[in-house]
């Protein structure tokens, strides 16, 4: 008996029903959501094809608005940002992200971005009454983040901000991880996002790792997700420790020979009685100053600290893998060791150059000659020319 004979014979028996619109496209009745918008984030960054430890810098930011209640992207941001680290895109980036070296050499610096990311958020918040990673009321709609898996904004985009000392925005500090919520609504591994749009039976739209199409691409599987009966919540917060960014007007960029001296410090004056405030008379706008407090310039370069041996530190990146991949630290340029005759060079002095005021810090475990010594003890190591070192090697 062949299948179709079979078909009508369960057909006119009755034992054979109708797909439903909703059985047919296997969506769920939708949730509601906690967040009205999602603004969706995929960073590209340089790559290196056999180099894994070097600095990575964000080479594309591209940002889409997703309405939750329709699944309409309705706004989009893209920049692309020039490396300042490594300027030169290897072949492999380009291959892999489809991002010329033009492109790179036409774009503008990662403060500059930051800047523009965050008049694009001042406008869409203004026009859409939004509150960011917040419970809203009646009158206000909740927005928050959201990428694929936490790299984009836990580890790309800190660790730069970390090392070129820009302070990102705190709007940043919470987001939806959508693998790890795909992993536990749907109770299977994402192959990628690629993999995980064709488990549902959809089509990735465009070209993987351009950044904007990933984005539209993240926020189609988000918005399918939702079909599905996913409710999504934040799933990362990070320190709050840091000040936001106000999302204001910027001020504009004041000439260097129109700007206001800056005020004196009077901290240390207190008890100066003679000093006439009136004498002075200068009033500062500190906000028309382009500082690195405020994540208005490049950031200025720090002067590495004295070492215990009246050396001047050296400054250096953690490129090992690791929570502290990218952070900056001193430490002293002699390397530590004892020579033959008993002599210690070296003091072994290090330090985070982002807590320069705090304890964390001090002397190497590799040399617990000047570990178990107190700072005066090894201030008391003698200097020594390049020569004594090769005398002493001998």
């Known amino acids: 008996m062949s299948s179709q004979s079979t078909k009508e014979l369960a057909r006119s028996l009755g034992l054979l029903r109708k797909r439903s619109s909703n059985a047919q496209h296997n969506i769920r009745k939708k949730c509601k959501q906690p967040f009205a918008y999602l603004i969706v984030l995929d960073f590209e960054s340089t790559c290196w094809q056999d180099t894994k430890f070097k600095p990575q810098e964000i080479i594309e930011f591209p940002a889409v608005l997703l309405n939750t209640s329709n699944g309409e992207i309705e706004a989009h941001f893209q920049k692309y940002v020039v490396p300042l680290e490594y300027p030169i895109l290897s072949a492999f980036c380009q291959q892999l992200t489809g991002i010329t070296q033009a492109q790179v050499d036409d774009g503008i610096p990662i403060n500059h971005c930051l800047r523009s990311f965050t008049t694009w958020l001042q406008k869409i918040k203004q026009e859409r009454n939004l509150v960011f990673n917040s419970v809203t009321d009646a009158t206000s709609k909740g927005c928050t983040f959201v990428t694929w898996s936490d790299w984009d904004l836990g580890v ?42 064709k488990d549902l039976g959809m089509d990735y739209d465009g070209r993987e790792h351009c950044g904007l199409d990933d984005a539209k691409n993240t926020a189609k599987l988000a918005w399918r997700m939702m079909c599905d009966g996913c409710i999504l919540n934040i799933t990362k917060t990070l320190d709050q420790g840091s000040i936001p960014i106000q999302l204001t007007a910027l001020q504009p960029r004041v000439p260097a020979n129109k ?56 400054r250096h990146v953690t490129q090992t893998p690791g929570p502290n991949s990218g952070r900056t630290f001193f430490s002293c340029p002699q390397r530590c060791y004892k020579s033959s005759d008993g002599k210690t060079f070296g003091c072994g002095f290090f330090k985070w150059e982002d807590t320069p005021n705090s304890n964390e810090g001090g002397y190497s475990p590799r040399f617990p000659s000047c570990t178990k010594k107190s700072p005066a003890s090894c201030a008391s190591v003698p200097s020594f020319s390049l020569k004594d070192i090769s005398n002493h090697s001998k």
């Open 156 to 197: 790309c985009l800190r660790n730069e901000c970390r090392r070129k000392q820009l302070r990102c925005p705190a709007e940043l500090n919470s987001w939806i991880d959508l693998r790890a919520a795909y992993k536990t609504f749907y109770g299977r591994q994402p192959n990628g996002l690629n993999g995980s749009l």
């Open 259 to 314: 700007r206001q001296a800056p005020a004196p410090l009077t901290s240390h004056m207190s008890n100066c009685s003679s000093v006439n405030d009136s004498v002075i008379g200068v009033t500062v706008n500190e906000s028309s100053y382009r500082t690195p407090c405020n994540g208005l310039a490049p950031p200025l370069k720090r002067t590495p600290p004295m070492c215990q041996c009246g050396r001047r530190a050296k």
